[in-house]
């Protein structure tokens, strides 16, 4: 089963001034209780932060948090005593565990866009622990990086939870084929661009879902594209 998410009915909140937000699920000021989450998958939040500012200190606990930087430059900082600055397609992740306190800002002079991404654990109490890796921008250029798994995969970045997460810059005229094995679900999002998905047309922040359907897709212009991949229907 296939469906489509037009960005244009997402969640959206405008009222800080400094944050625009695209939410895919129920956050903040945004409730929809039919649209709680996707499998373990339960934010994905576009965010456009501009310069000076950011989310300063807050805290977190049992959570698995993954961004992925789109544009400009996020500066990390957390209590576990890490600082770090990513770029465009940088991928950083935290293991909220048993609390951490951190902040996301921007210090550059454009405005920064990430998808801030939050998976369910597989279980409570997990010791706090960060990460984050720059890959070369070629490593995702038609085909597929395999930046996030489970513990027991081969990601370079392994959280604690059976999800897959993938990204593409998928050129115009080129096309990918993502599986989607039994028992197995996936959410697309094009990130930049436009891409048709076994018939669909996506624009960018469209979304797409996927049960047990292999999906097949056609860059109309380049895209850029990520999919989140896990087990069919748990937690929903």
Same mark, same amino acid.
Not at 124 to 134: E, I, S, V
Not at 164 to 186: D, I, M
């Given at each position: 089963?296939?469906?489509?998410?037009?960005?244009?009915?997402?969640?959206?909140?405008?009222?800080?001034?400094?944050?625009?937000?695209?939410?895919?699920?129920?956050?903040?000021? @945004?409730? #929809?209780?039919?649209?709680?989450?996707?499998?373990?998958?339960?934010?994905?939040?576009?965010?456009?932060?501009?310069?000076?500012?950011?989310?300063?200190?807050?805290?977190? &606990?049992?959570?698995?948090?993954?961004?992925?930087?789109?544009?400009?430059?996020?500066?990390?900082? =957390?209590?576990?005593? #890490?600082?770090?600055?990513?770029?465009?397609?940088?991928?950083?992740?935290?293991?909220?565990?048993?609390?951490?306190?951190?902040?996301?800002?921007?210090?550059?002079?454009?405005? /920064?866009?990430?998808?801030?991404?939050?998976?369910?654990? #597989?279980?409570?109490?997990?010791?706090?622990? @960060?990460? =984050?890796?720059? @890959?070369?921008?070629?490593?995702?250029?038609?085909?597929?990086?395999?930046? $996030?798994?489970?513990?027991?995969?081969?990601?370079?970045?392994?959280?604690?939870?059976? /999800?897959?997460?993938? $990204?593409?810059?998928?050129?115009?005229?080129?096309?990918?084929?993502?599986? /989607?094995?039994?028992?197995?679900?996936?959410?697309? $999002?094009?990130?930049?661009?436009?891409? $048709?998905?076994?018939?669909?047309?996506? /624009?960018?922040?469209?979304?797409?879902?996927?049960?047990?359907? =292999?999906?097949?897709?056609?860059?109309?212009? =380049?895209?850029?594209?990520?999919?989140?991949?896990?087990?069919?229907? &748990? @937690? &929903?």
């Amino acid at each position: 089963m296939i469906h489509k998410i037009d960005h244009k009915k997402m969640g959206r909140s405008t009222s800080l001034g400094w944050l625009d937000s695209h939410f895919h699920f129920s956050f903040a000021e @945004y409730y #929809n209780p039919d649209n709680m989450s996707f499998g373990v998958l339960r934010v994905l939040n576009d965010d456009l932060i501009k310069p000076n500012n950011g989310f300063g200190e807050h805290p977190h &606990n049992d959570m698995e948090i993954i961004s992925y930087i789109v544009d400009g430059e996020l500066t990390h900082g =957390d209590s576990m005593g #890490n600082k770090e600055t990513l770029k465009r397609g940088h991928v950083q992740y935290m293991s909220a565990g048993t609390g951490v306190i951190h902040s996301e800002e921007n210090f550059g002079s454009e405005i /920064v866009r990430l998808l801030q991404i939050w998976i369910l654990p #597989n279980q409570h109490g997990l010791t706090p622990n @960060y990460g =984050d890796l720059r @890959y070369p921008w070629e490593d995702r250029i038609n085909k597929w990086l395999h930046i $996030v798994s489970g513990q027991s995969e081969d990601a370079a970045v392994k959280i604690h939870q059976d /999800v897959n997460l993938y $990204v593409t810059l998928l050129e115009k005229g080129q096309e990918l084929v993502f599986e /989607v094995a039994s028992g197995r679900q996936a959410y697309l $999002v094009v990130i930049e661009g436009e891409a $048709v998905i076994e018939a669909e047309t996506l /624009v960018a922040r469209d979304a797409l879902t996927s049960v047990e359907e =292999d999906l097949l897709i056609q860059a109309r212009e =380049d895209a850029h594209i990520i999919i989140l991949e896990m087990e069919k229907n &748990n @937690y &929903n």
